[in-house]
């Protein structure tokens, strides 16, 4: 999935769940979504695509808060970014590897069920969902699309309902 997905999308659901939270305080904390493709860049790929690395990687983060802050709400919106980035890297048939470094199997789910329309009926082709296996290798990759209508359909969407809810609190 491309960046502007992996920011617009989860900060759409955090935007409206936590609606007395500073705007512009979760728009940067979105940017904690992209942290699990940092792994490309290291030529690693999909060793920060692992539910392990990344719980290890958060959980000094919860600690530091709840002991400087006496909370862990910023924390919690830091991990739905960065675990929503696995979610939707699952849904856009990318590999994950959740066990990594115990295991170095990834998952790809697809969705490959087509409909095809004869006249007036019609039919499914293939499966609701195929999930294949994969091996990490190392190395560098070339990034799929940094950019895509997807990524840029979901800024817009959120920045259209940004600008809706804003125009709805000042009438009120």
Known sequence: ???????????????FLKKKSNPYYILTLAFFGLLPDLDKVMGLPGVLHSIITLTIIILPIFIIEK???RSWIYTSIIAFFIFSHLLLD??????????????NIGIIIEFPLRIS???????FIGSLIQVTYTRLETGFNTYNG????????????????????KKAGKNQ
């Open 146 to 165: 940094i950019i895509s209508g997807f990524g840029i359909t979901s800024a817009l969407l959120f920045i259209t309902l940004f600008i809706i809810t």
């Open 90 to 103: 699952l849904l856009d048939a990318s590999p994950i590897f959740p066990f990594y470094p115990f295991s």
């Open 117 to 123: 329309f004869n006249g007036p009926s019609f039919s």
């Open 1 to 15: 999935m491309d960046v502007l997905a992996h920011i617009f999308i989860p900060l759409t659901i955090v935007y």
């Open 67 to 69: 002991i400087a802050k």
